[in-house]
């Protein structure tokens, strides 16, 4: 008996025992590599607000994160919102760069400070308005706490909305954490609301005096430079609309 198994070839044993197996779809999966995560929650711990980004894309795999670029934006505590000119000029950078729009214009990435990685309404609202009309977008959300929501949406077909799991691939070739550099991002595009003025019980009459007189020297030296023209009136004109695509308000408890 043991000859005759053996004296099959072990091509067609394979085959009788093992039928074929069909392969199944595989749930896709949010990845990124750890030069990405790492550059993520670095922000993410930077400041006390949200901030917000673009995910670059890997050339092979729209769903693997090599990148997460900030764009200008305007963050306090209880808002965020990107520069819709900024927005522009980072897709032009891109563009330039040999990108196409897959690869940097699809993931939305933002954090929230706290333990809830659930979108707001605002975020969802977002999200239509200004993601809605490409194939697919998705919108990533990383919490302090480090919960996250990976929502990937699709417009073709019957369209619809999946959730998905998240990882870092740690098969990725990576290159050394450059902090330098993504701090000097984030001090460039962040522009965080100015400190509360202290209350102040007692104010001495003189230091109070020579407060008005520094901002009354201020206010003096900025209309000069007005006068001269020693300032982009361009940058003066560009209006954070709070109705922007982009503008996003949270409430934190
Ligand atoms: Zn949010």
């Not at 198994?5 to 990845?31: G, H, I, Q, V």
């Not at 693997?64 to 200008?72: A, K, P, T």
């Not at 933002?110 to 309404?121: L, R």
């Not at 965080?192 to 020297?217: E, H, K, N, T, W």
Request: with cysteine; charged share 30%; glycine share 6%.
């Amino acid at each position: 008996m043991e000859a005759v198994m053996s004296a099959e070839s072990p091509t067609t044993n394979r085959l009788r025992r093992e039928p074929r197996r069909l392969r199944r779809p595989r749930r896709p999966m949010l990845r990124f590599t750890p030069w990405a995560w790492a550059k993520l929650v670095f922000l993410r711990d930077l400041g006390p607000t949200e901030v917000g980004g673009f995910g670059i894309s890997s050339a092979d795999d729209l769903l693997l994160i090599e990148d997460i670029r900030l764009v200008r934006q305007r963050c306090t505590s209880v808002t965020v919102q990107f520069d819709d000119v900024a927005v522009a000029d980072f897709f032009d950078e891109m563009v330039d760069r040999g990108l196409t729009p897959e690869r940097f214009a699809r993931v939305w990435i933002h954090t929230h400070p706290g333990d809830s990685a659930s979108p707001s309404c605002v975020d969802e609202e977002t999200f239509v308005r200004s993601f809605g009309r490409s194939d697919w977008v998705l919108m990533f959300i990383l919490a302090e706490g480090g919960q996250t929501t990976a929502r990937l949406r699709f417009h073709v077909g019957p369209g619809g909305d999946c959730e998905l799991p998240v990882d870092v691939d740690f098969s990725c070739d990576f290159a050394a954490p450059n902090r330098a550099d993504w701090k000097e991002e984030y001090q460039r595009s962040v522009l965080l609301p100015p400190p509360p003025s202290p209350i102040v019980d007692d104010p001495r009459p003189q230091a109070f005096s020579s407060l008005l007189a520094d901002d009354a020297l201020t206010l003096d030296i900025f209309e000069q430079r007005l006068r001269d023209g020693d300032y982009d009136l361009g940058l003066l004109d560009e209006e954070w609309e709070i109705d922007s695509p982009f503008a996003e308000e949270v409430v934190y408890g």
